[in-house]
């Protein structure tokens, strides 16, 4: 029965990473000020504001200008709650829950907003390595392991992006590998960059393939390192007991 309820919640902290990934870079307040149409700039009323169902009342379409609404609003807001459903059935109403559901929203805000934008900001990604830090010592990770993850994480990208001179990856990648490291440990670390290339070198190729990107177009890969990092933190330990039961 509480499923229903954490249901509920994902719905409502979704529609508030909408908000996020739409202020993100602006100096407005993620938590004060009313939304509004994008399109025509009517501030939005409250009965037309209810996470998903507004959507389907108003069956995609703003109530003022009839302009549709972007069906990534009601794509993240399901996608969180399913999230939390799916880490509230798994690790039960615990801190694990909580701290898990935490990571994974900060990590929607930095897929969404760099696979819209091509950038990843401080302003998300600071604030998300200083949770992570210390989500991660309750879970137990160890200050050293955390400590060394995060400096493997930025490291790998800092040299990526001193060698090319910012033309492989950008200066934000860097801040997101520490907070890969400071999330998963660096066991798990190098788990999720080895998904994260090889998920990013296959969607890479089909678009080559399709005529859609060329190999010289630029692809954002922060979307990639939070998928590999999401993937990671749930089944890490099971990948790396499949890959060294290759081995052995």
Same mark, same amino acid.
């Given at each position: 029965?509480y499923?229903f309820?954490?249901? =509920? ?5 979704g ?15 993620? /938590?004060?000020?009313r939304?509004q ?7 939005i $009323?409250? &009965?037309?504001? !209810?996470? +998903?169902?507004? /959507? ?7 109530r ?7 069906w ?6 399901? +996608? ?7 880490f509230? *059935? ?6 694990q ?9 900060f990590l929607?805000? =930095? ?6 934008? &091509?950038?990843?900001?401080?302003q998300?990604? =600071? ?9 991660s010592? &309750? +879970?137990?990770?160890? *200050?050293?392991?955390? !400590?060394?993850?995060?400096?493997i ?7 990526? %992006?001193f060698?090319?001179k ?5 200066d934000?990648?860097i801040?997101l ?7 998963? #440990?660096?066991? /798990?670390?190098?788990v $999720?960059?080895?998904? $994260? &290339? !090889? ?8 678009l080559? @393939?399709?005529?859609?990107?060329k190999?010289s177009?630029?692809?954002?890969f922060?979307?990639? @390192?939070?998928? #590999?990092?999401?993937? $990671?933190? =749930? %089944? ?6 499949w %890959?060294f039961? +290759?081995?052995?």
């Amino acid at each position: 029965m509480y499923s229903f309820f954490i249901f =509920i919640l994902g719905l409502i902290v979704g529609s508030f990473l909408n908000v996020v990934i739409l202020r993100l870079g602006t100096k407005k307040s993620f /938590f004060t000020g009313r939304s509004q149409c994008p399109c025509c700039g009517k501030k939005i $009323a409250a &009965y037309d504001n !209810i996470p +998903l169902v507004s /959507f389907i009342l108003l069956r995609g379409h703003c109530r003022n200008c009839k302009k549709n609404i972007s069906w990534q609003y009601p794509l993240i807001e399901l +996608l969180t709650a399913f999230i939390f459903v799916w880490f509230s *059935l798994r690790f039960g109403l615990t801190a694990q829950f909580l701290i898990y559901s935490i990571f994974s929203s900060f990590l929607i805000v =930095i897929f969404v907003y760099d696979l819209k934008n &091509y950038l990843i900001l401080d302003q998300i990604t =600071i604030p998300a390595m200083v949770i992570a830090f210390f989500s991660s010592l &309750y +879970l137990g990770l160890g *200050l050293g392991n955390i !400590i060394l993850a995060a400096i493997i994480g930025s490291g790998f990208f800092a040299l990526q %992006y001193f060698i090319s001179k910012g033309k492989w990856v950008g200066d934000g990648d860097i801040r997101l590998g520490a907070l890969m490291g400071l999330m998963l #440990g660096w066991k /798990f670390l190098l788990v $999720a960059l080895f998904l $994260a &290339y !090889i998920i990013g070198s296959i969607f890479g190729l089909t678009l080559i @393939l399709v005529g859609k990107k060329k190999m010289s177009s630029a692809v954002p890969f922060g979307p990639f @390192l939070t998928l #590999g990092t999401f993937i $990671a933190l =749930i %089944y890490g330990q099971s990948i790396l007991n499949w %890959y060294f039961n +290759l081995l052995y």
